[in-house]
């Protein structure tokens, strides 16, 4: 039970972080869950990030995979509730207001604002991913190979992902990096 | 600016017909950019909302805490059908990869441990780090508009990356100091 309530409390919280998409949530993401409860380590909620990408559907559902990491079923039930439930009724609750303050004055300043913050914690997200899942040159080339094709070009990006995890295979196999 | 008394001429769709839309989208976009996939289904395929609409509800989503999917899924559901039609489609986006996704973390347990898996997803994390990094860069250039945004993007992104400052502190800070920035004004800055 004790560990239900933790989950439901982490999860909560995060998700009233995740401010301009799920990787803003990212460094307390990783400060609660490997840190402070210790309920994954740092390569595993990497792992489950990077699946997470590769599942259809909105891009945080690796939630789920860690409450049921902790508790089976009812943890990811309770993950998945706690993330999506209190975001989600004040995402209700502000979309009416919100159209009926298509006219108020703050309103582009409001966006406008948390726009630039967002991305900032994106950044953040994404520095602290890397130094985490980057350990070798091999590693920062194919994020960066598959930075550059996305940006360039129209194609899914499961595919390149992929590929960096055949990759991941062949490096082990030839034993270019050694990793753990 | 989308008026709100403005309608999909369409008649309301039905509750069943929402959950199912979003189930679909739930369990086909597959490899992220889950917000271009909302935008055919919603606005080319279903025409449940015009295009205006859909751009005015994505930058409520970016603004809102909660993920740009299941915010849309949200927002949308609650113009067609209220607050039912809204948690249909939020339960149909999230049900196929949440299924997924528990049944990944069982299956990590089985074999996460096998060095030949983790050279697997070693290479799937090092891209998907730049998959969030293409995500970064196609939200700064919607958002980032003067030299000062990229101030508080980088001023936010070191603060929590660089000097640990906790998400929520930085959060409030520096949105605190970006909305006053753009607070309104009478005149235009010169």
Redesign the interface.
Known sequence: MKQLDDIAGVFAYL???????????F??LKTLTVDTYHWVTF??L?????????????????V??????VAG?PG?LVA?VAF?LP??L???A???L???L?AW??R???????????????????????R????NWL??A??????F???RGRI??????????????L???LDIAR?? | MSDPASVPAAPAPSLGRIFWVFLVMGATSLGGGVVGYLCTGLVVRQRWVDDATFVDLLSISQTLPGLNATNMAILVGDRLRGARGALLAILGMCLPSAILMTAAAFAYSLGGDDPWSKAFLHGIAAGAVGLVLVVMVQLGSKVLKTPADYVFALATAAAVALFGVKVPYALVAASAVAVWWHRPRNRRKP
């Open positions: 998700s009233l972080l995740t401010v301009g998409g799920g990787m803003a949530a460094p307390e390569p595993e990497l792992h489950f990030y990077s699946l997470g990408q590769l599942a259809p559907g909105p891009n945080m559902m690796m789920a995979s860690i409450g049921a990491v079923i990811a998945l999506f975001t989600g004040l995402t209700l502000v979309g009416r919100w159209t009926h298509a004055r703050w582009p300043s409001v966006e406008m604002g948390m726009g630039s913050v967002s991305v900032g914690l994106v950044l953040a997200g994404a520095f602290i991913m890397g985490g899942a980057l350990f590693y920062v194919m994020a960066l190979v598959v930075f094709l996305l940006l899914n990006p499961a595919y390149p992902i992929v590929a960096c995890g055949v990759i991941g295979i490096a082990h196999w990793t753990a």
